[in-house]
């Protein structure tokens, strides 16, 4: 029968890594009862302030009396090496209160000291920060917007001398009858759109399936191909491509 391992991966199969798990249990168990076995021994020699009972370390820098005097056992019974001081708690160590020199807890075993309030405090400072930084932010771009523009009568386009000639130019409005890809342009995309719907009916239709409007094949090719990138634009049907065919779908 194999045995489980509820965090090890199926894939795991490894027979050195097999076992590691319970090693690892062993240790953190071994650990445990070290940590126990110390502050028992450490705390056996200090008595509650209040009653002086005995105590027993009941969190990271905490400990209990049976009274219910719960204290910190480094600021209560431990001075500073350097001064004979009393100790102050920082974020992450013990300080002198008088020379401010780090003073390492012998009632911490292996960890470190660690301020929850302290980092929650700090963390709600910084998104106040970040709060306060993006509500300057959006001001400042409210601030640098441009103005309305109302619009009190029509756009007159003769208004700007030599626009409309530059809109011609620009779409090609002057052109010849030849375009750009050396076909007659009598190209009319409505013959072409209503030609590609009555193929499709109500359903689909391979590109090359299609018939020629044009004589020229390759020229009825390229519209077919035009049109088709318009109607998808226009949302009318929708093109996936297989190999070298494209499919046409109605939306
Ligand atoms: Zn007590
Ligand atoms: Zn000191």
């Known amino acids: 029968m194999p045995k489980e391992y509820p965090n090890v991966p199926t894939g795991l199969k490894n ?8 090693v690892q249990a062993r240790i953190a168990q071994l650990k445990q009862r070290t ?9 056996g020699k200090y008595n509650c302030p209040k009653c002086s009972g005995g105590l027993t370390m009941t969190d990271k820098s905490q400990c209990l009396c049976s009274c219910g005097n719960i204290f910190d056992p480094t600021l209560a ?15 992450f160590h013990y300080a002198c209160s008088r020379c401010k020199k780090t003073n390492p807890s012998r009632f911490i075993f292996d960890e470190r000291i660690f301020d929850g ?4 405090r700090m963390m709600k400072a910084s998104r106040a920060k970040k709060l ?3 509500a300057e932010m959006t001001k400042l771009l409210m601030e640098s ?9 029509q756009p007159c386009l003769e208004s700007i001398p030599g626009l409309v000639q530059d809109l011609d130019c620009f779409v090609g409005a002057d052109e010849g009858k030849t375009d750009d890809l050396g076909f007659d342009s009598g190209f009319e995309m409505e013959d072409y759109r209503s030609h590609i719907l009555t193929a499709l009916g109500c359903g ?9 409007v044009s004589q020229d094949p390759r020229e009825d090719r390229v519209w077919r191909f035009v049109t088709l990138i318009f109607m998808q634009h226009e949302q009318e049907i929708d093109l996936t491509q297989y190999d ?8």
């Open 77 to 91: 019974f431990q001075k500073s090496t350097c001064c004979g001081a009393q100790l102050v708690r920082r974020t």
């Open 117 to 120: 309030e302290y980092f929650s």
């Open 132 to 134: 306060k930084k993006k």
């Open 15 to 22: 027979p050195l890594l097999e076992d590691i798990q319970f």
């Open 35 to 43: 940590k126990r076995f110390y502050y028992s021994v450490l705390l």
């Open 204 to 212: 689909s239709r391979l590109f090359s399936s299609i018939n020629y």
């Open 244 to 251: 070298n065919d494209l499919l046409i779908e109605r939306i």
């Open 145 to 153: 917007r441009s103005g309305e523009l109302p619009l009190l009568q």
